[in-house]
């Protein structure tokens, strides 16, 4: 399915207030799975309080023993530092990567902002190498911006 037609589906599942914010991410997190089909794993991150850390709030795909990353660490790390989008074509070419499954071949990771603050990050893994573009980046933003609106 096109990107731009999962869109109105997002902001459908957001707007629902009969749901928790917790199960309306986790809604967009198997739309997003179960609709784009490099689209193998699909969580959220938030920052966990005040600690220098992040906590998964909620996810679709296999199990993680990732529930807890520190800044630095890994790719969702990383952005928790840089505030920057991090697109990893290949994750074996990368030193600081946390490995959530042997079959995960690239990751994107794009910060959440409220406020002007980081607070968290969409982070999806793929067991297709090389999978992600510009536009999976613009779709990836535009369901943060959104999200934010819930929170």
């Given at each position: 399915?096109?990107?731009?037609?999962?869109?109105?589906?997002?902001?459908?599942?957001?707007?629902?207030?009969?749901?928790?914010?917790?199960?309306?991410?986790h809604?967009?997190?198997?739309?997003?799975?179960?609709?784009?089909?490099?689209?193998?794993?699909?969580?959220?991150?938030?920052?966990?309080?005040?600690?220098?850390?992040?906590?998964?709030?909620?996810?679709?795909?296999?199990?993680t023993?990732?529930?807890?990353?520190?800044?630095?660490?890994?790719?969702?790390?990383?952005?928790?530092?840089?505030?920057?989008?991090?697109?990893?074509?290949?994750?074996?070419?990368?030193?600081?990567?946390?490995?959530c499954?042997?079959?995960?071949?690239?990751?994107?990771?794009?910060?959440?902002?409220?406020?002007?603050?980081?607070?968290?990050?969409?982070?999806?893994?793929?067991?297709?190498a090389?999978?992600?573009?510009?536009?999976?980046?613009?779709f990836?933003?535009?369901?943060?911006?959104?999200?934010?609106?819930?929170?």
């Amino acid at each position: 399915m096109l990107l731009e037609n999962l869109k109105p589906k997002v902001i459908t599942i957001l707007n629902n207030n009969e749901l928790s914010v917790t199960d309306r991410l986790h809604e967009v997190c198997i739309l997003l799975k179960e609709n784009v089909s490099y689209y193998d794993w699909v969580g959220f991150y938030f920052k966990n309080g005040d600690k220098e850390e992040l906590k998964l709030r909620t996810y679709a795909g296999l199990e993680t023993d990732h529930e807890i990353i520190p800044f630095g660490k890994g790719i969702c790390g990383q952005v928790a530092l840089s505030n920057e989008n991090f697109v990893v074509p290949d994750v074996k070419a990368q030193d600081n990567y946390i490995a959530c499954s042997i079959d995960v071949k690239s990751e994107i990771v794009i910060p959440l902002f409220k406020d002007g603050k980081n607070i968290g990050q969409i982070d999806i893994d793929s067991d297709t190498a090389d999978p992600f573009t510009e536009k999976d980046e613009r779709f990836l933003e535009f369901i943060n911006q959104e999200v934010a609106k819930i929170l």
